[in-house]
């Protein structure tokens, strides 16, 4: 089939692979333009997407929208069958989406309705599911409101950090879009509505939401932490430089909330504890609590805020 790729981070690559190496003719590739970055901050640096297509020899295109009559058209001209979205990072108007043939399919990552929105992976984490998954989902005008053609379930451990899931999702997504993408080139590809119960909404992670409150219970602090693991990263505070938590797991023990319980970082949460494994101080490298405490003294009794 002619199909158009729109996606923009690491999580879309392997389904732009995918798609190529089943032998689909991608006739252009969509990301967000380069962004300012490198070691200044100054050089322009392509979406790992980019990076990807033209590797592939697909054609890039970076338009600042697509809600004009010139991106329509543009669109409009590669005359697809169909387009795959995959963590695009803009919203798709409907005069785009009614071009290609047999419409739209996005790859979410989440068990739609539950966590639609821009942060799912994060959210499930954060909130303590039990599962999460990838769905692939015919795109219409609501925010990830289309009916749902194939879903892949993923069980996430009980320590499981959204950069874990996020990579299994990304590998589980890219082959279910390629067995979506051949049951509708055969016309097997049947679309059932969400139902209405269930819908919950991943917000976009905010830098506020980042600091540890050790006044939750300690399976929530750390969810919180896990689901934030690695960026931007759960963090708290000491001597005046954030430590942000990377790794951690529930621990025994009991105190006031951000107590130090013990000389291998158990922490004392509003009920429960914590128990630290890894963690990155501002400046510094990743690394285990081990190595943290030969550089940081951190007394048992001590609260951290």
């Known amino acids: 089939?002619?199909?158009?790729?729109?996606?923009?981070?690491?999580?879309?690559?392997?389904?732009?692979?995918?798609?190529?190496?089943?032998?689909?003719?991608?006739?252009?590739?969509?990301?967000?333009?380069?962004?300012?970055?490198?070691?200044?901050?100054?050089?322009?640096?392509?979406?790992?997407?980019?990076?990807?297509?033209?590797?592939?020899?697909?054609?890039?295109?970076?338009?600042?929208?697509?809600?004009?009559?010139?991106?329509?058209?543009?669109?409009?001209?590669?005359?697809?069958?169909?387009?795959?979205?995959?963590?695009?990072?803009?919203?798709?108007?409907?005069a785009i989406l009614d071009l290609p043939r047999l419409g739209c399919l996005n790859l979410h990552a989440s068990l739609l309705p539950r966590w639609r929105g821009a942060a799912p992976i994060q959210r499930a984490i954060m909130a303590g599911d039990a599962q999460s998954g990838v769905a692939v989902m015919k795109m219409e005008a609501g925010l990830d409101t289309g009916p749902v053609g194939l879903v892949e379930r993923v069980a996430i451990g009980p320590d499981m950090t959204a950069s874990e899931l996020h990579d299994a999702l990304m590998g589980i997504g890219a082959d279910l879009m390629g067995r979506a993408l051949a049951a509708l080139e055969r016309g097997g590809l049947v679309f059932t509505p969400q139902p209405a119960e269930g819908v919950t909404y991943a917000a976009?992670?905010?830098?506020?939401?980042?600091?540890?409150?050790?006044?939750?219970?300690?399976?929530?602090?750390?969810?919180?932490?896990?689901?934030?693991a690695p960026f931007p990263g759960a963090w708290f505070e000491l001597d005046g430089a954030r430590v942000k938590v990377l790794r951690a797991t529930l621990a025994e023990g009991a105190g006031a909330p951000g107590e130090v319980l013990d000389e291998a970082l158990a922490i004392a949460c509003g009920d429960g504890a914590v128990r630290l494994i890894e963690v990155q101080k501002a400046g510094s490298r990743a690394m285990s609590a081990a190595e943290f405490l030969r550089g940081n003294t951190l007394a048992r009794g001590e609260v951290l805020t």
Do not use: C
Request: hydrophobic share 45%; glycine share 8%.
């Open 204 to 228: 976009k992670i905010e830098k506020g939401e980042a600091r540890i409150d050790w006044n939750r219970p300690a399976r929530e602090v750390h969810d919180h932490m896990r689901g934030l």
């Open 1 to 94: 089939m002619r199909i158009v790729f729109m996606g923009t981070p690491d999580f879309a690559v392997p389904t732009l692979a995918e798609i190529v190496g089943r032998g689909h003719e991608v006739v252009a590739a969509y990301t967000r333009a380069p962004a300012k970055g490198g070691r200044r901050g100054l050089d322009l640096v392509p979406s790992p997407v980019q990076r990807a297509a033209e590797s592939f020899g697909v054609p890039v295109l970076t338009p600042p929208s697509l809600r004009t009559e010139e991106a329509a058209a543009t669109f409009a001209a590669h005359e697809a069958d169909v387009a795959v979205v995959v963590a695009y990072g803009r919203i798709l108007p409907q």
